[in-house]
C-alpha cells in the first residue's frame, strides 16, 4: 500500500478484491452468497443458554441524530391514545363501538437512523453500485437493484465479536483510529476465536460506550470515530464473512486515511466487495458477556425489514448465546 | 360458554384466564413470560437444514391498507437517489465530494401497517390494559406502560405451525369463521406436533392465500375475515404459549361472535392474557415446506424494532429449519 | 392546427409561444412578471363588501386522493392533545409544568394534494423546465431552480371568475371536454368582464360540484376530467395573465386530444410560458356570489407557503370581494 | 396589579377579560368576530402601492427547530426528480410515458414548526379552552372546536406595525423582556398609526434580527425571549383587536412574570380572549419600508390552510403597502 493513500490505493485494491460478476451478473446478495444453510446449522449448535442480548439502541427522539448528522431521529407519533377513552365524557366511549377502545401509532424515520443494515444500494461509486449496476437503478421509486429486500430471509447466523478496546488493553479507540487486518486479527487470537466463511463480525471499537459515559450522543453520528481502515480491507475480503457490523455510525475511520476520497472504506466493502455493513450496534452487554464467558460466538440475527427499493433497514439484531 | 355469546361471556372468560398479577405489579411481558431460556435451547436444537423462510409481506405502497382500513400503506421516500449523481452535469459530483455518492431513504408507515407485532399497550378494556395498568398510561408520548419494547430481546424460540385448510380438508376458511380448541387441536393432531409452554404458534387460515389468488388485496384489511373465535381462549391460555400469529389483519373472526363487542378475541387475549399477537403473517410457504418436511416446528425469530413508546412493530419473522 | 394533434402540434405552439429569455436568462417568476405593483392598486378598488371566500377544500384524510392517483391525502397527527390532560391521574398535570396544558400537530402531505400551485419546477420538457433550466436542477435535495418559493410575495392580484357551464348553459362539462379559447371568450363576454396583463384567471368546468353531488371523490384525482385544451394556449399567452386555476385535479382535459403526449398542455403552460397554475380550487360558492353580483372580478390572493426548493404549494386561496 | 405576579394575578386578568359566551355558546372565532367586512373594505383603501412583502422564514430544515425546542424543522422530500429523467439509460424515459416528466414532493411538518398562527385548540387552562369548550374536545383525531380552519376566510384585514426597538431607541429588546401597554402604547404614539377593532396588530421585538446578526438560531425557538407580558393584556382585550403577531417563538416573554405559571399570556390572550396569535413572523423587510415611508398600516393576509382539526398552521402572511 502507498505512504499516503489516496484515490489510487482505493482503486488497486478495489482491482484486487472486487466480487463483481463472482455470483453472477443478477446477484444482489454479495457476500451473503458466503452464507450457506450448513452454516445455519453448526451457528445454531452454538446456542448454550438461551439466553438472547439485543444489540439496538432504542428508536426515538433521543437518538444520536441531530441537524448536522444528514439524518433525523425517529418521529413517534399517535393515531390513537388511551386518554382518548379516559378522559371524562368521552365521546370515544360510545356504545356503539363494542367496548373496542385501542391505541395505534405511526413512525417516521431515516432508514439508516440508528441500529441499521447499510444495503448494497447505498453507496456509489464512479455511478456504480455492487455487481456494476449503475447508479441509475437507484431512482425516486427507490432502488431497482441491490435492495435491502434481497437480504430478507438470510441475517441468521454465526456471529463472533471482536473487542478492540479488550484485545488492545485500552478503554476505547480514539476517534479518527483506522482498524488494520493486525488489530482484527489481535483481537480474533485474544478471543481465541476462528473467523470465517458466512460468519457476522462484530467489531466493537468503545466509541458508543464513550458516548454513554459522555451521557450526551455529541458528534457520534456524523462527528469523527474510529474504523476499519484501508488495511482492514484484504482481511475481511479473504476472510469470506457475510456481514461486518460496529458500534459506530460509520463501518470506517472517520476521517478518512485518503485526503481525497471522503469514505473510501464504504466503496471497498459495499460497491466492491458487497458487504452487508451494520452501523450503530450497541455492544456492550454482548462484550461483558463474551468476557464473563471467555466465549466470543455465538447464533446471530439481524432480519431486515422487507422495504420494497429500501436502501437500508433499522433492525433489532440479536445475539443468542 | 352461552349459546349467544355477549360482553358477559367476554367478562366470564376474562375471570377465568386473566393473567393480571400473575408475574408481579411490574411486569410488561406477559406471555413472553412463558418462554424461558432453556427453550431456546431446544428451539435451536431443531434446526436441520439451516433454511431460513421470511414470513413477512414487503413493506411498500402495494399493501393491504386502504382509505377505509384505518392505516395507510408505509410510505418509502428517497433522502438521496442514484440519479442525482448519474445526471449530466450534476453538481453533486463536485470533486470536493471526495468521490461520495450514495443513496438515503425514509420511511413513514403505521407500526401495524403490514407484518407486525401488537404490543400490549395496543388495546384497553374498561380502560385499562394488560396487568391493570390504565389506559392513561399510553398518551400521545407514547405507552409509558407495556411499549412494545418490552419484548426486545425475547422473540426467539420454538415456533410451530398449525395448517387449519390443510387439516380441515379445505382450501381455505371462510372469512367470518370462528376458530376454536377443537380446530386448533385437530390441526395440532393432523401434523402430529406438540404445542407446549413458551411456543409461538403460528395459526394459517388460508385467508392470505385466497387475497393473493384474487391478486388484490381488497378488504383483506379491515374486512371479514377467518380467525380465533371465543371457544379457542382456554386452548390458548391453558397451553402457556409465548405468542400466537395469523395469516389475516385481525387475529380474531371478523365479524365478531358478539354482537354487542367489537373485538372480544383482542380484549381476552392481549389485555387479559397479556398475548403477543402477531397478524399479517405470511404463512404460504412455510405451509408448503412444513408440509413438504411433515415436520410443523422450527426455530422461529421476530425481534420488534425498540420503538420507545411504541404500539406495535413491523417484523420480517423468520423461520429456521 | 392540425387535424389530428400530436408531438408536432405542441412543438409547433412551444415555438410560437415559449417565453424563455422573455424576462432574462436568470428569470424563475414566469408569467408573474406580467403582474406590477400598479395592478394590484386596482385590484385592491375592487373591494366593496369586504366579504372573504376561501376556494380552498378541506386538508384532510377525506380528500381527493387514492391509491391509484400517485398522491394521497394529508396525514394529520397529534403530538399532545387535550385529553393528554383531562385523563383522571394525568401525570401531565403535575403542578411543576406550572399550568401549561397546549397541545401540538404535525402535517404530513403531498404539497400538492388538494388545492395547491403547481410551481414552475413541477414540469419537464425534452428534460428541461422554464426558462431553459436542466430537469436536472431538480435533484432530491428539491428544486434549485424555479422553486415555489418565487412566487412568495406575487400572489396578490386581480382575480377573474370564468364560468364556463354558467356561460355555455349546462350543468358542468363532461369529462375528457377540452375547453378552447372559444369556451373562454364565450364566458368572458357572458360575464361581461375584462381579462389582461397580470390576472389570476378562475376557470370553473363544474367538474368539482358533480364529485359533490355524487358524494364521493371517486376518480376525481387521476381520472378522466374537463380542462384546457390545445385550443386555448394562444389565448391564454396573449392575454398576459399571472395564473390560472380550475376546479379540477389537472387545469388540462384528461385524457389529451394528443394520443402520443400525456400532459401536453402542462407542458405549453408551465414548461413554455412559465404560467402558475393552480389545481383542485373550489370556486362553488365563489361562482354563486359572482352570479348574484353580477360580477366576475375581485381582489384575489394565494401566497404559496415558501418551501426550500419547493414544487408546489398547498394554498388556501381568498376572493375578497 | 400585584407586586409579584402569580396565578392569582392570571385569574383575575382572566376574570375581567374573559371573552367566553361573548359571540355565543358555539363560537370558535373569538376575536376574528370583532373584524367585520367594512373593516376590509377600509384595509383595501390603503394600497397604494402595490407593493407586497412576505412576512415568513423560508420553510426548510435550516429554520428555528432543534432538539431542545420540542418541534423539529420541516421535512422536505421527493417524490420525482428532474433528475429521474435526465439519467442516461432512465427507464422513466420511456416514449410510453408520452413525454410525461414531472417532478413533485412531499412535506412533513409540526403545523407550528415556522411562521405560523397558533389557533384557538392550542392552549387550555384548568382542562378548558376558548370558549369554555372542554380540552377533551382535542382527542387524537384533532380538535372537535376551535380548530384553526375557523379562519380560513377571515384573515383578510388591516395590518398595523409597532416597531418597539424603533420607538424605544434601543437595536433590540433583550431576552425575558416583557412589554407592557406603555410599550405598546409608546410605538403606536411614534408612528403616528391608530389601533382599533378587527386590526392585526405585528409587534417587533428585533428579537429574529438578532438571531439573524449571530448567523444561527440557537436557542430561537424555546429559550428566552422579549414578548408581551401581562400588563399589554387589557391594552389588548380593549381595542377589540382580531389577532396579534410577534418576531419571536412564543408570542409573550420568556421566562414569564409569574414564577408559578409558565405560559400566563397565553393562556389570557388565547384561552380567555380568544385571540388568534402569530408567532415568527419576520418583519424586517417590513419595518425597514415602514420607517421608510413614514406610515405603518397596511393591508394585510394571512390565510391559514384548512387543516381539519388542525391546532395551528403554517401561513405566509403579506403586508401589501
Chains 1, 2, 3, 4 share one sequence.
Not at 484486487?16 to 445455519?40: A, M, Q, S, V, Y
Not at 483506522?178 to 473467523?195: C, F, M, T
Amino acid at each position: 500500500m502507498s505512504a499516503v493513500p489516496s484515490i489510487e490505493t482505493v482503486r488497486e485494491l478495489a482491482a484486487k478484491f472486487c466480487n463483481w460478476g463472482r455470483w453472477g451478473p443478477d446477484d444482489e446478495l454479495g457476500t451473503l452468497n458466503h452464507l450457506i444453510p450448513e452454516h445455519r446449522v453448526a451457528a445454531a449448535a452454538l446456542v448454550r443458554t438461551g439466553d438472547v442480548l439485543s444489540l439496538a439502541i432504542p428508536l426515538g427522539d433521543d437518538g444520536p441524530q441531530h441537524a448536522g448528522s444528514g439524518r433525523f431521529n425517529p418521529i413517534h407519533l399517535m393515531r390513537y391514545t388511551g386518554r382518548d377513552f379516559t378522559a371524562p365524557g368521552s365521546a370515544e366511549r360510545d356504545p356503539r363501538r363494542g367496548y373496542l377502545q385501542n391505541a395505534d401509532d405511526v413512525l417516521i424515520l431515516p432508514l439508516q437512523a440508528a441500529t441499521q443494515w447499510d444495503g448494497l444500494a447505498h453507496v456509489f461509486f464512479d455511478q456504480q453500485m455492487y455487481n456494476g449496476y449503475s447508479a441509475a437503478d437507484v431512482s425516486s421509486s427507490g432502488a431497482r437493484r441491490n435492495a435491502v429486500t434481497a437480504g430478507g430471509d438470510r441475517m441468521v447466523g454465526r456471529g463472533v465479536l471482536l473487542d478492540l478496546p479488550a484485545a488492545l488493553g485500552v478503554p476505547y479507540l480514539e476517534a479518527g483510529r483506522p482498524v488494520g487486518a493486525d488489530d482484527l486479527e489481535a483481537a480474533r487470537v485474544h478471543h481465541g476465536v476462528e473467523v470465517g466463511p458466512g460468519d457476522f463480525v462484530l467489531v466493537r471499537t468503545g466509541h458508543m460506550a464513550r458516548a454513554r459515559e459522555r451521557g450526551e450522543w455529541g458528534d457520534y453520528a456524523g462527528g469523527p470515530a474510529p474504523g476499519l481502515g484501508l488495511e482492514s480491507v484484504p482481511w475481511i475480503a479473504e476472510r469470506c464473512i457475510a456481514g461486518l457490523a460496529t458500534d459506530t455510525w460509520s463501518v470506517e475511520a472517520i476521517p478518512a486515511q485518503t485526503p481525497d476520497v471522503t469514505c473510501p472504506v464504504h466503496i471497498l466493502l459495499i460497491v466492491m466487495l458487497g458487504l452487508w455493513v451494520g452501523e450503530i450496534f450497541d455492544l456492550e452487554a454482548l462484550a461483558a458477556r463474551c468476557a464473563a464467558d471467555g466465549r466470543h460466538e455465538f447464533l446471530f440475527l439481524a432480519p431486515p425489514l422487507p422495504v420494497t427499493g429500501g436502501i437500508g433497514s433499522p433492525i433489532n439484531p440479536q445475539a443468542v448465546l
